[in-house]
């Protein structure tokens, strides 16, 4: 069976992936997930950001919905947080960070210079999992300024990068395997 | 309530065939820093992993490791016609192949690039990474099946990876390059 193009994607078709996904994990701990889109992820969707490198998702709460969806399947415990501000974002690992288990992170605008940020995520000793829809690294640099204290990085899937992150990051945990790299 | 059937949920129903090729190094697993390579006993079991994953995900997996170039050389090029994605962990390889990612990129076909551990916190620029489409890297072992799943969801989109979607998507020379990018 052929599934029709999931462009959003489709709540209802991650989660159903998620709870394929579910047999699939090497334990079934509800761990608490916190996803964050950084600066420039609310302009996603038509007319917004560039199509052939975001691929052709609608909306960033459609992203998010779906991607939360897809946690809620595979038996994680699902937020999500989104800014412009980047300030708004340090604040949020803070307060978050006691409640969470692991971060999902696309820094988007902040990939090259959001010191704050890494910090922020170094501070909280909290494994996270940095995402982009494209392969950054293709531009000629070696990873962002998170990326030398993240546990994993996932990129250049558009939003199945997401996709792939959530399941990789909760078999990890699962198996004690995400580490807190040192700041 | 039995789980939905993964394979049944994807957006295309071709089993994709994935040639999985690690390097130097790598058929040693077990034997290496438990650091950066985790508790996993041996390649094998590692072998096992991706295949059962592979099988959930109904699509073929042919995995191949070696400690030496230029078999791995030989294995990439027989293997191109009969292939329709790569996913490569370079193993010691990853700072100083020259043939290799070469030889990727005249398949003309996807590469997605993995590690257990994350290279970048380590200080190792790679030189697959502005060649392949994507990367996964610091989930240990679980960096082949995160990758696995967002290289499949990848190629089931018409829009994205499909071998039968618009070429300018898989050829195009702007934006983030991609690992076939070769006219």
């Keep these: ?183 | 309530m039995s789980a939905p059937d993964l394979s049944k949920l994807r957006q295309s129903d071709r089993r994709w065939r994935i040639e999985v090729i690690a390097g130097p190094n790598m058929k040693h697993l077990g034997r290496r820093d438990r650091r950066l390579f985790g508790e996993i006993a041996s390649f094998e079991a590692l072998q096992a992993n991706i295949e059962t994953f592979a099988a959930a995900l109904g699509v073929e997996v042919r995995v191949f490791v070696s400690d030496f170039e230029g078999e791995i050389l030989e294995r990439v090029h027989r293997s191109a016609a009969t292939t329709d994605a790569y996913v490569v962990d370079p193993g010691g390889l990853a700072t100083v192949s020259q043939g290799w990612p070469h030889a990727l990129l005249e398949t003309r076909k996807p590469v997605v690039e993995v590690t257990f551990y994350n290279p970048v916190a380590n200080g190792e620029a790679s030189v697959f990474t502005k060649t392949a489409i994507g990367r996964v890297m610091g989930l240990r072992e679980h960096s082949y099946t995160a990758a696995l799943l967002a290289l499949v969801l990848s190629l089931d989109d018409r829009t994205f990876l499909h071998p039968d979607g618009p070429e300018s998507e898989t050829k195009r020379k702007d934006g983030t390059p991609y690992s076939f990018r070769l006219g």
Aim: a negative charge; aromatic letters at 8%.
């Design chain 1, 1 to 183: 069976m052929s599934n029709s193009a999931q462009h959003n994607p489709d709540a209802n078709w991650t989660r159903s992936i998620g709870e394929a996904l579910r047999a699939q994990r090497p334990g079934d701990h509800r761990w608490r997930f916190d996803l964050i889109d950084g600066p420039n992820m609310s302009n996603l969707g038509l007319g917004g950001r560039d199509v052939r490198t975001y691929g052709a998702v609608t909306s960033l709460a459609a992203l998010q919905d779906g991607i939360v969806a897809m946690g809620e399947g595979l038996g994680l415990a699902m937020s999500a947080f989104s800014a412009n501000h980047e300030g708004s974002i340090v604040e949020h690992i803070y307060d978050a960070s006691s409640s969470v288990d692991a971060f999902l992170i696309n820094p988007a605008a902040l990939t090259r210079y959001g010191m704050p940020t890494r910090i922020a995520l170094a501070d909280v000793r909290r494994p996270f999992i940095e995402l982009h829809f494209a392969n950054v690294a293709a531009l000629g640099w070696e990873g962002g300024i998170t990326t030398p204290v993240a546990t994993a990085v996932v990129m250049g899937f558009r939003h199945y990068s997401y996709m792939g992150a959530l399941f990789g990051l909760a078999c990890a945990l699962d198996r004690g395997q995400a580490q807190v790299l040192p700041p």
